[in-house]
């Protein structure tokens, strides 16, 4: 199936430089400067804790791997919704479209914008009214700027990349400068150290936050100007990328402070660069990690918005969400609707919360997604494929093994945010038949990719 020619087209602006910048300047948020606590204060050990970004990385480049395969054979606007449309059919694709929309990135970008109120609280004295206001700011500037058009938002995109990584970079490097190598020694393995499975789990979770992100730039899989030949590298090497500079970063948190001061800081990159250079030197990180954050929401609001674009384009969404600027080629009426909640979502939850609900949803839909890499390779084995999974079928398999262990371990540790996420993915299916009686449904034909 493909999205109905009725649909507008979006602009090819994207290569495979700003794949890269899109993918990995959409992983680096807030994650690598407030979630390290929450990691430490599930295991005791340095060495545990860089096993659990590990294991979220080899998690994320595994589902990067299986994603490539499918951005490659539908080289379409829409990302997970049309390769779940294409494997499993419209209902299921509908869900993870509604999903994304109510919890999975509006979420997240409600919660990288309570990042940005939080950080920005280092330099003025907010209120909580305050903070509210900071994040409802932000996430209007970055809307309209992904309104003008996808070659504005690119732009943005790659600057704001380069300033993350160049801020986190030389914090990690003015760390390790100043490294109590006895502190690091007695902090890579306490002898009183002792992780639980669960305890894991959950750590993982708190990591598969800060790795979110890597999956963005396959809604925007028809906006590259090579998709079959960009997409698949710019995923891998974008959650490498980003995969060495998290490890890097979690040493110089550790060469400077104790496994219980990291779990104790709320913004440990702080209080990390604080020990060492006074709060002066705190202050201007902060301001890099505020540019980081930006990044992080500017890429999710730059691409998530071609999902209800696709589902619109299917006839499962009014016809106005596919509509697209003649000029810009930009699906403005889809990005404004996603800001509007994103707003009503950073005004009624916390950030904690929603870190919760859109990895927790996500996972479910990543899963199914994956597995779906086996059931066309061997319902369609004979379909052209530009790129293939490496280590298939053991890395889809992997991936969507570990993503259902992780919904069972949230189920056991925190049962009253995993049913609420279940309860929104749930909610979904009367809206589908809703939307499937209501909305004129144009012809979907049969795509083959190129």
Known sequence: MSSSSSSQPLACEIGLRDGIALVAGTMIGSGIFLVPAAIAQQVPSLCTVLLVWIVGAALALAGALAFSELGAMFPSAGGVYVYLRETFGAP?????GWTSF????????????????IYLGQFLDLSSTQRKVASIVLIIALTAANIIGVKFGKYIQNFLAVCKFGGLAAMSVLLLTHANTVQIKHSFWPADAHTSVSAFGVALLASM????????????????????????????????????AYLLANIAYYAVLSTQQVAQADRVAAVALGTVLGSKAASLLAGLIIISVIGAANGLIMTSPRIPYAMAADGLLPQALARSNSQTKTPIISIALQGCWAIVLSLVGTFGDLIAYAVFSACFFFAMTALGVIKLRRSQPERHRPFRSPGYPVVPVVFALANYAIIVNTFVTTPKGACIGAGLVLLGIPVYFVFRGIVDKPAIAEVTAD
């Open 102 to 117: 109510i919890a999975i990135d509006t979420g997240a970008i409600a919660a990288l914008s309570a990042a940005f109120a």
């Open 92 to 96: 299921l694709a509908f869900l993870y």
């Open 209 to 244: 936050w800060a790795y979110f992100g890597w999956h963005n730039a396959s809604y925007s899989t028809g906006e590259f100007k090579n998709p079959q030949r960009d997409l698949p590298p710019a995923l891998v090497i974008g959650t490498l990328v980003v995969t060495g």
